[in-house]
DNA sequence: TAAGATAAGAGGGACAT
DNA sequence: ATGTCAGTCTTATCTTA
């Protein structure tokens, strides 16, 4: 089944055609469940084995019904031991299925979709190939592939974000990002600070008008090239703030403080920025 | 109370040694 | 590899309107 993601604040096409790797049918207790299921898990590269393991029963009877033969059936046995070992018992496959259990956890706590966790789980598998996980944690250089991920895929995360909810300290995120990405070789793109404003407009309840007009200001910062090296978060809680005072509804009003939050940056950023655009006398700010 | 000013310090990139 | 430098952001504190 193909679907698209779309946003449904700013209608923004997020996925387009992924695939539904779900069942399509429901079942509501085990029996039905055997019933109705006609394949195994959705495979997915966020397993350590991508969800194609095989199973091999206990039962001695064959296909048929008949009995097996119990040289045949010891024979099995042994393959279902080495099945088994293999599938878990590689100290590669382990890593991957405790780097993957953790991802899951983050998985909600960040609330990623699914083409990001796919996008993590690939970063991670080429980072564990190519022996980049040792000497640091499995922790950090997941946190990191989870960072790389949501850069690829455009969606604002920072690195902060990240390092709250996996408790990896921002340095060393940093640290292993930086690492993933030159090792790897990986090509980034830079935060599109348009999506920071969406996310931080959204962050800080605002509404559409004071949102497009921040959009369009962070236009005209663009054009004039005056975004260079700045934090795009601090940068766009600065326009959000700048937009917000010159909407004359007084509930769209944000403190620096309220915006510094919600962007995660300080009030002093958000001051030099503001002063900064302020002296810019092509973008005709008003204040 | 919000906003501005100032200073010290951290971390990383560019560049030279 | 190691050190220095300019630029950025953060933290903390004090002042101003």
């Known amino acids: 089944m193909l679907r698209s993601t779309i946003c449904q604040k700013c209608g923004a096409i ?66 279902k031991t080495w099945d088994y070992r293999t599938q878990i018992h590689t100290p590669a496959a382990r890593n991957l299925r405790q780097a993957f259990s953790e991802l899951d956890v983050l998985k909600a706590k960040l609330g990623l979709s699914d083409a990001i966790i796919e996008k993590t789980a690939y970063i991670y598998r080429k980072a564990q190939e190519r022996r980049l996980v040792r000497g640091r944690t499995t922790s950090a250089i997941l946190a990191a592939s989870i960072y790389i991920a949501c850069r690829e895929i455009g969606m604002p995360r920072t690195l902060k974000d990240i390092s709250t909810v996996s408790n990896i300290k921002r340095k060393d995120l940093a640290r292993s990002y930086r690492f993933i990405v030159s090792k790897l070789e990986l090509k980034i793109p830079v935060l599109d600070p348009i999506k920071c404003i969406v996310r931080v407009a959204n962050k800080a309840n605002l509404s559409e008008i004071t949102k497009r007009k921040a959009i369009d200001l962070m236009y005209k910062i663009n054009e004039n090239e005056l975004a260079a090296g700045k934090d795009p978060m601090g940068l766009a809680a600065s326009v959000l703030y700048l937009s917000s005072m010159n909407n004359r509804d007084s509930n769209e009003h944000r403190t620096q403080s309220d915006l510094a939050a919600a962007a995660g940056v300080t009030e002093v950023t958000i001051r030099n920025r503001t002063q900064e655009l302020r002296k810019k006398s092509c973008l005709k700010i008003i204040r």
């Not at 296909?63 to 046995?77: F, H, L, N, Q």
């Open 14 to 79: 997020l996925e387009i055609n992924n695939i539904d790797q779900n069942h399509e049918w429901s079942a509501f207790n085990i029996e039905e469940f055997n019933d109705k299921a006609r394949t195994g898990t959705p495979s997915s590269l966020a397993r350590h084995d991508m969800g194609l393991f095989t199973v091999i029963g206990r039962t001695d009877k064959d296909a048929s019904g008949g009995k097996i033969d119990p040289i045949v059936r010891s024979t099995m046995e042994r393959l």
